[in-house]
């Protein structure tokens, strides 16, 4: 259960989609959580609060329904403040979260997963990344 890998994630988002990518380049199949359909519950926002290596507040979106919710900067200084506008409004959790074990990271940009695989960050050490990274350039050939 330890190294069960959860993401949750947005389909429609490109980082929340490099990020799946690279999880199943390296063989993980983690456990996807569709966020807006299946918001997290306060004892998962706690452990993803007080667990990841960022700052909570960015782990909300400040997207045009932040604004449109009334909030402010000053609503999301504390972790509690997090938790409790992510549990009033799912869809401005920041994607993709990435929780294995007792870790946790998010996923902007895509390779800090990285540092729950195992490998270093950037390494371009799956095939999965190096294709999203490496695709050569074709060159054109001039008409006259």
């Known amino acids: 259960m330890a190294d069960d890998v959860v993401i949750f994630h947005n389909p ?9 990518g690279i999880l199943e380049g390296h063989g993980v199949e983690p456990e996807v959580v569709l966020y807006k359909q299946a918001p997290p519950d306060r ?29 402010t900067p000053a609503d999301i200084q504390t972790a509690e403040q997090v938790i409790e506008v992510l549990l009033a409004h799912p869809a401005l959790m920041e994607r993709p979260v990435v929780v294995k074990g007792d ?42």
């Open 43 to 71: 004892a998962t926002l706690e452990k993803i609060v007080t667990t990841i290596d960022v700052e909570p507040a960015k782990l909300v979106r400040r997207d045009p329904e932040f604004k449109e919710a009334g909030l």
């Open 12 to 20: 429609s988002c490109s980082k929340s989609r490099q990020t799946l």
């Open 103 to 144: 870790q946790v990271v998010l996923g902007r940009p895509p390779e800090n997963v990285h540092q729950l695989l195992g490998c270093r960050v950037g390494g371009g050490c799956c095939a999965a990344e190096r294709s999203s990274i490496e695709r050569p350039q074709l060159r054109r050939r001039r008409r006259c």
